[in-house]
C-alpha cells in the first residue's frame, strides 16, 4: 500500500516562500504536485521523472516554483518563491508509474495520492 504525506504548507505573505515535502513511494515513481482552491477544479503544479533528471512546471509556477526529490531518503519537494494569493490552495502530492508525457498534468495519470496540505499566501 501506497502512502504519502505532505508537509510544510502554512500561511506566508505575498512575496514570501515555502517549501513543500512528500515522502516519495520509490525511485520507480513519477511524482507530481497539484492544487485545488476553493470551487475549483485540482490542477496540474509540477512533476518530476523517477531519476529527478526532468522536470514540468505549469506556467504559472515557472522560474517560482521548483520540484526536486532525493531517492536516497524517498522524498519530494516543491520550493515555492515569491508566493502570491493566487497560489492560496490546498496542495497534494501524486505519484504514479508508465506515466506517459501526454498525460503527465492530468490527474488521473496518478494513482496514489497525499491528503494534502494547506497554503495561504496574504497579500
Known amino acids: 500500500q501506497v502512502h504519502l504525506v505532505e508537509s510544510g504548507g502554512g500561511l506566508v505573505q505575498a512575496g514570501g516562500s515555502l517549501r513543500l515535502s512528500c515522502t516519495a513511494p520509490?525511485?520507480?515513481?513519477?511524482m507530481g504536485w497539484f492544487r485545488q482552491a476553493p470551487g475549483r477544479e485540482r490542477e496540474f503544479v509540477a512533476a518530476i521523472r523517477s531519476t529527478g533528471g526532468t522536470t514540468h512546471y505549469t506556467d504559472s509556477v515557472k522560474g517560482r516554483f521548483t520540484i526536486s526529490r532525493d531517492n536516497a531518503n524517498n522524498m519530494m519537494f516543491l520550493q515555492m518563491n515569491n508566493l502570491g494569493p493566487e497560489d492560496t490552495a490546498m496542495y497534494y502530492c501524486?505519484?504514479?508509474?508508465?506515466?506517459?508525457?501526454?498525460?503527465?498534468?492530468?490527474?488521473?495519470?496518478?494513482?496514489?495520492w497525499g491528503q494534502g496540505t494547506q497554503v495561504t499566501v496574504s497579500s
Open positions: 520509490g525511485r520507480t515513481y513519477t
Open positions: 501524486a505519484a504514479g508509474q508508465g506515466i506517459i508525457l501526454s498525460s503527465l498534468r492530468r490527474t488521473s495519470a496518478y494513482a496514489y
